[in-house]
């Protein structure tokens, strides 16, 4: 789809400039210079790596972030001391929603804020990045090769297989293709599926999960009576047989799978979640101002979710990296090269998974995995630790 | 004063509506009984299971049936009737009949232990298969899983006890990152490291749940070849899951420790080294009792992929070979047995954490 890549291309790189006119602009105009200048930077970025998907959502951010700097001491009619005649209450919708954003852009701020403070977590997000940035803007520099090199084969050598060298960073593999191209290009399907999957999990639990919480009686006990059905099947072998079954051709079709199986555990926090803000005092005062069931959920029952959804979809995130990993590395289902899990499938079939030429070839997507996992709990860890101040001192 | 209250407590309401009132009583109270309760929910999800694994394999399209029936008919040119009788042969069921006909039928057999016969190797009773298995998944990973709750809940006490200091913030670090780790990635990463680059070991020589040479007993010789073999699987699930049990130990620790009854103890002027086992070890294990029991119930699926990368004669790889030869009546013995021991262990954890905690007793069964 044309802006909606996960790698660079010069179109997003345009759709990028074009959005990073908004921050930049606002920058200027309310004189908050290096605030706008690094909006628009952020938003180019993020356009030429994504697009659409990437530039939207960064402008938005950035806007909010300037936005804030410029929005300050603005009276909040709500909290302001003077006389009750004197304030002014009412508020345009473009005021109110240049409120939010600012609100959105303090929050931005602060969330990074204790994110650079916290050592780990900082960690992680650059472990994290660093896989981003490799996969999405690496094939601009690294071009991959598909075709066996035949060429390559040192006089005397019994396979094209070579550990690395200057010339071949991390070796060349079976067929004499350098595993540096097949690293660099082999990351995103990997990382996209796993994202996908996550986040349609992620929308079956919540949705899932509002609805048993808010509607209750026979319908909540049906829902949890599926979801504890779930639950109790040991997911990966289910998984196995599913998608020998389903021929899965697709990897959109093999996130559904994983999502279909994995909702359950955020649901019940979701539902458990839901019960316990139901019967809070903010939640009962907005009910008797009837404020309607939409406005409840959006603005005093979700947002006080959110933390707890976010770190859940991260944690996702890495279970359904591992169970596509493991599916591919038993051959489970369709394989596309390049693929960081079809290295290691291939580096098995061929025999070669305990031969040393074959380290690079074998060791370089192994370790790509682990250190991507790693950087996702670490993060996970410093995110958990910045929404729930009680655990700094615990954990 | 207390002729009034007497007087003002409700009257008793008349014989017959009492009579009846007694005879919903032994129902609501079989209804809100703890155990009752908690074994009713086991049976309830172990035939739900059933009924899912029989109609996913019966009803899907291009289910196994016809899968094998197609089969059957390129490979051995006979015609559609033919297939369809040898295929009912090898699935036991009467295609005339219809599926909940069939569907009745399977769980009249399964009632008297009767789980089919194998597909692929005909004549093999998936029963007798399973069994064969079994006993190695029980053994490596029940192994496994005894090593990493013991030590995991030893080093999470001492972690928290010397809380900050260099210790801990070692035995963290160690904890994150084995927890964070895939399995089959530090299998593989063991492997690679140990045994292809540095040579300590030969890889093959680990292959396989037992060497095929040595004659089965109670001898010395193998039982240290089986001990041999279940090593480096045991070594990955330990430390794929010591981390996980740590940092859980470790918080638990932490928040029982500011419970009032551990300052109690301490007023009370009990040794330090009482408090800390009796009073603090004790209650910081309890939630951890349930995740353990739990874990037991997940211990019989085994890990697929540790088990086919070692080639470890366990469920898990009996599983994963049923795949690709489409052995459906083996797949669904293993997933019957897979989840009849998850849900046994549940209930299990259900009863002991009840008879543990009275306040779980209570809050769950006894509530109005």
Known sequence: ?395 | MSTRTRADAPVPSAPSAANGKRQQGILRRLRSNYTFNVLMQGLVTIWAVTTFTFFLIRLMPGNPVQVKIDQLMNTQNVTYEQALAIAAGLFEFDPNEPVIQQYVNYLGKLLTGDLGVSITSAGTPVLDQILRFLPWTLFCVGLSLVISFTFGIILGLLMAFNRGSFLDNVLTGFASVTAGLPDYIVALLILLIFGVQLQWFQVGEFRGGVNPNIAPGFTLDYLGSVLKHAFLPVLVYVLGSIGSWMLAMKSSTISTLGEDYITVAQARGLSERRVLTAYVGRNAMLPLLTRLAISVGFVVSGAVVIEEFFQYPGLGRALYRAIPSRDYTTMQGVFLVVTSAVVLANIASDLVLGWLDPRVRVGKGGEK
């Open chain 1, 1 to 395: 789809m044309i802006g909606f890549e996960t790698v660079a291309t010069t179109g997003g790189l345009i759709i990028g400039a074009l959005f990073g006119l908004l921050p930049l602009g606002i920058g200027l105009r309310f004189g908050k210079i290096m605030a706008g200048i690094s909006g628009f930077i952020a938003c180019l970025l993020a356009g030429f790596a994504c697009g659409f998907l990437g530039g939207v959502p960064m402008m938005i951010l950035a806007t909010a972030v300037v936005v804030s700097y410029a929005y300050v001491n603005r009276q909040d009619p709500f909290t302001s001391r003077a006389a009750l005649d004197e304030v002014n209450f009412e508020e345009t919708r473009a005021e109110f929603a240049i409120r939010q954003l600012a609100a959105l852009g303090n929050g931005t701020r602060g969330f990074m804020r204790s994110l650079l403070r916290n050592k780990t977590g900082f960690l992680g997000l650059l472990g994290i990045l660093f896989f981003v940035v490799v996969t999405v803007f690496g094939p601009l520099f690294v071009e991959y090769e598909g075709r066996a090199r035949l060429d390559r084969r040192e006089p005397g050598a019994r396979s094209l297989l070579q550990p690395p060298s200057a010339e071949f960073p991390l070796g060349l593999d079976w067929q004499g293709r350098s595993v540096l191209s097949h690293m660099v290009h082999g990351g995103q399907k990997l990382i996209v599926t796993s994202v996908q999957a996550a986040l349609i999990a992620t929308v079956i639990a919540v949705v899932v999960g509002s609805i048993a919480g808010l509607v209750g009686g026979f319908i909540d006990q049906i829902l949890s009576a599926i979801a504890n059905f779930i639950l109790t099947i040991p997911s990966f072998p289910l998984l196995l047989v599913l998608a020998s079954v389903l021929t899965l051709d697709s990897n959109f079709g093999l996130a559904v799978v994983f999502a279909v199986l994995n909702w359950p555990p955020l649901m019940r926090a979701v539902r458990a979640q839901v019960l316990s803000l139901r019967e809070r005092d903010y939640v009962e005062a907005a009910r008797a101002l009837d404020l309607g069931m939409w406005h409840i959920i959006s603005r005093e029952v979700f947002p006080n979710m959110i933390s707890y959804i976010a770190v859940n979809f991260i944690f996702t995130i890495r279970v359904a990296m591992y169970s596509i990993v493991a599916l591919v590395f038993l051959g489970l289902v369709p394989l596309q090269e390049p693929d960081w899990s079809v290295m290691i499938y291939v580096g098995r079939q061929q025999g070669v998974l305990f031969n040393p030429e074959a380290s690079g070839m074998i060791l370089s997507p192994i370790i790509a995995i682990a250190l991507f996992q790693l950087s996702l709990v670490f993060f996970t860890r410093s995110l958990e630790e910045i929404f729930n101040p009680r655990l700094r001192s615990g954990l």
